[in-house]
C-alpha cells in the first residue's frame, strides 16, 4: 500500500513538472495570437472565437489548455489540502469538493468547445450574425 501511494505521488510530482512547461508554452502562444498579432486584442469577438473554434487546431490548443489547467490546479490544490487538512474527515471532504468542482468545469468546459455552434438554427434569419449564412 505504501508503494501505491509513493507510485502516485511521484507521477503527480512528474506531471506538475511537464503541465508546468507545457502550459507556459500554450499559453504564451495563446496570448502572442490573440493579442500582439494583426489588430491585437481589438479584434476579439464573437466571430474571432467562432472562427478559431472551427478550426481543429485552436479547438485542440484551447482544450489542452483547458484540460492541462484544470489538472495542474487542481493537483496543486490537492497537495495543499495534504499537507494542511489534519483530520481525515476534513481531508476526505475538501478533496471530494475538489474533484466534483474540477470534474464540472472540465465537463462543461469540454462542451462548450466541442459543441460551440457560431451559426445557430433561427426562425429569423436577420438575428445571425453577419458572417453566418442565411439559412
Given at each position: 500500500?505504501?508503494?501505491?501511494?509513493?507510485n502516485?505521488?511521484?507521477t503527480?510530482?512528474?506531471?506538475?513538472?511537464y503541465?508546468?512547461?507545457a502550459?507556459?508554452?500554450?499559453?504564451?502562444?495563446?496570448?502572442?495570437?490573440?493579442?500582439?498579432?494583426d489588430?491585437?486584442?481589438?479584434?476579439?469577438?464573437?466571430?474571432?472565437?467562432?472562427?478559431?473554434?472551427?478550426?481543429?487546431?485552436?479547438?485542440?490548443?484551447?482544450?489542452?489548455?483547458?484540460?492541462?489547467?484544470?489538472l495542474?490546479?487542481?493537483?496543486?490544490?490537492?497537495?495543499?489540502?495534504?499537507?494542511?487538512?489534519?483530520?481525515?474527515?476534513?481531508r476526505?471532504?475538501?478533496?471530494?469538493?475538489?474533484?466534483?468542482?474540477?470534474?464540472?468545469?472540465?465537463?462543461?468546459?469540454?462542451?462548450?468547445?466541442?459543441?460551440?455552434?457560431?451559426?445557430?438554427?433561427?426562425?429569423?434569419?436577420?438575428?445571425?450574425?453577419?458572417?453566418?449564412?442565411?439559412?
Amino acid at each position: 500500500r505504501l508503494r501505491s501511494r509513493f507510485n502516485f505521488e511521484r507521477t503527480a510530482w512528474i506531471f506538475m513538472r511537464y503541465s508546468g512547461v507545457a502550459l507556459v508554452i500554450l499559453t504564451l502562444g495563446h496570448l502572442t495570437v490573440g493579442l500582439m498579432i494583426d489588430e491585437g486584442v481589438y479584434r476579439i469577438d464573437w466571430a474571432y472565437v467562432a472562427d478559431r473554434w472551427q478550426s481543429p487546431f485552436w479547438a485542440t490548443w484551447d482544450i489542452l489548455m483547458l484540460w492541462l489547467a484544470m489538472l495542474h490546479g487542481t493537483n496543486g490544490v490537492r497537495v495543499i489540502i495534504e499537507d494542511y487538512a489534519e483530520k481525515d474527515r476534513t481531508r476526505f471532504w475538501l478533496k471530494t469538493l475538489l474533484f466534483l468542482a474540477a470534474g464540472f468545469i472540465l465537463l462543461v468546459g469540454t462542451l462548450v468547445i466541442f459543441t460551440f455552434s457560431p451559426c445557430p438554427t433561427v426562425d429569423n434569419p436577420d438575428l445571425l450574425p453577419s458572417f453566418c449564412p442565411a439559412q
